[in-house]
């Protein structure tokens, strides 16, 4: 399926007729019912737009991350679990397109997720390395051209609907934790026998159960690169930026709820400015200010890898801490912006029937301090910061 985008705005344009016309549609029903966004995602591949990270010249849309992230938060203003789908994605196809190292397999599976709209999911999380994504316990084992790879994965979103998945792993038996690659898995290549469940508060629609994995493939599908490298230059800042956009667009969903609210209230005693209308002025201020820091951040990633040498820099401190800086400030916001909202509109936000309910964005927005744990995060930003000397 080839969709030729002549510029950004077309795809963005097609991403917010999904957005209000698929994904808004469904969003009551995929959380209530914990169930996958299948709507949505069928839109988004008929429109091509699951390979929109992949270069032009394979045929993708050839974004840059501030497209990516804006086209997340624009679908996340209607369904933070989709936003949430397509951020993880984006991540997955991300690591490929920049790491594939000018391996022939990776090119051509790059051809076939465009031609295809291939889903691609993400088992980062094992049983037993307790949230630290850059160490593994399993190991990859490469014989005669083939691999074989059995992980044991706490969270694994939307596993079961993807058709392939991206799983770290020590690069060997004998390696260390933290000696880790990044293995492709193709879904007729996987078992995966679900260990948990998921009902959750929130972000209801990623199922994200925890699955033992057995699978096996051919040793090309490992990616070339160290993920110590991929993970500093593209696993990291992709998902912080992206989850940043996406929690942003649920946040303003619900400010876009408040705004409308007071706008009510305003309507029905004409010449007067609702009391309530300066705590909307107030929350929209932190509704900016989150704004401009992952756009910023956004326009900074697409300066640097526009450089030569620009990955160099991603593996520096100084980018790590913007990231554990970004990833800290937009989920401790999101929620606060929420909660703003929630207190404007007041009860018709907290009622689950109301046009102005919050209910859903509230939950879904939670779940951004613990993916990836702030504490988790913030403990490496502290351990940086005892020798990072900014100049
Ligand atoms: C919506 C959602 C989708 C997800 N999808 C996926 C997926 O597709 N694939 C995948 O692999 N994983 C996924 N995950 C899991 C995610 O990657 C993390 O593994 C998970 O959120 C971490 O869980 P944890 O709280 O048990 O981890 P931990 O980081 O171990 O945290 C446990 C507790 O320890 C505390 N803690 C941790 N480190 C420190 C420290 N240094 N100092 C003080 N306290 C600390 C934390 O505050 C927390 O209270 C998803 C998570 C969410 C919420």
Redesign the pocket.
């Known amino acids: 399926m080839s969709h030729s985008y002549s510029d950004f705005e077309s795809l963005h344009a097609a991403v917010r007729k999904i957005a209000t016309e698929v994904a808004g549609v469904h969003a009551v029903d995929v959380d209530k019912n914990a169930r996958f966004p299948s709507e949505t995602i069928a839109a988004l591949k008929s429109k091509g737009v699951l390979s929109a990270p992949i270069p032009k010249e394979l045929g993708g849309a050839g974004c840059n991350m501030r497209e990516l992230a804006l086209l997340c938060s624009t679908l996340s203003g209607s369904c933070g679990s989709s936003g949430?789908v397509l951020a993880?994605h984006y991540i997955q196809v991300g690591c490929i397109a920049r790491h594939s190292d000018g391996s022939g397999f990776f090119e051509a599976y790059q051809r076939e997720i465009v031609a295809k709209q291939l889903l691609l999911?993400?088992?980062?999380?094992e049983n037993g390395t307790?949230?630290?994504?850059r160490s593994s316990i399993c190991a990859v084992e490469r014989q005669n051209g083939r691999f074989i790879l059995n992980k044991q994965?706490?969270?694994?979103?939307y596993c079961q609907h993807a058709d392939g998945i991206l799983v770290t792993c020590r690069k060997n038996a004998d390696a260390v934790k933290s000696d880790q690659v990044l293995v492709l898995v193709r879904k007729e290549d996987a078992v995966l026998t679900q260990t948990s469940t998921w009902d959750t508060m929130g972000?209801r629609g990623?199922c994200?159960p925890g699955f033992d994995l057995e699978s096996s493939g051919l040793e090309e599908q490992i990616l070339p690169v160290d993920y110590a490298d991929i993970s500093a230059e593209t696993m990291v800042p992709y998902s912080h930026i992206l989850w940043s956009a996406l929690w942003w667009g649920i946040a303003a969903d619900a400010v876009g709820k408040a705004s409308s609210y007071v706008r009510s209230v305003a309507r029905k005693n004409p010449g007067s400015v609702p009391p309530s209308a300066n705590r909307l002025a107030e929350v929209s201020v932190h509704l900016q200010s989150m704004r401009h820091n992952w756009l910023a951040l956004a326009d900074d990633f697409d300066k640097i890898t526009a450089r030569h040498d620009g990955n160099k820099e991603l593996r520096d401190m100084g980018w790590a801490l913007k990231m554990n800086n970004l990833k800290i400030g937009t989920s401790d916001m999101a929620p606060q912006i929420v909660h703003r909202a929630l207190q404007i509109i007041g009860i018709l936000a907290y009622k689950n029937d109301s046009p102005y309910s919050l209910n859903r964005q509230y939950r879904d927005v939670l779940?951004a301090s613990?993916?990836?744990?702030?504490?988790?995060v913030l403990?490496k930003s502290a351990s940086l910061l005892l020798v990072f000397k900014d100049e």
Do not use: P, Q, V, Y
Not at 121 to 125: D, P
Not at 130 to 133: I, L, R, S, V, Y
């Open positions: 949430m993880m999911a993400s088992i980062t999380s307790f949230g630290d994504t994965a706490t969270t694994g979103s972000m990623t994200s779940s613990l993916m990836i744990s702030n504490e988790r403990s």
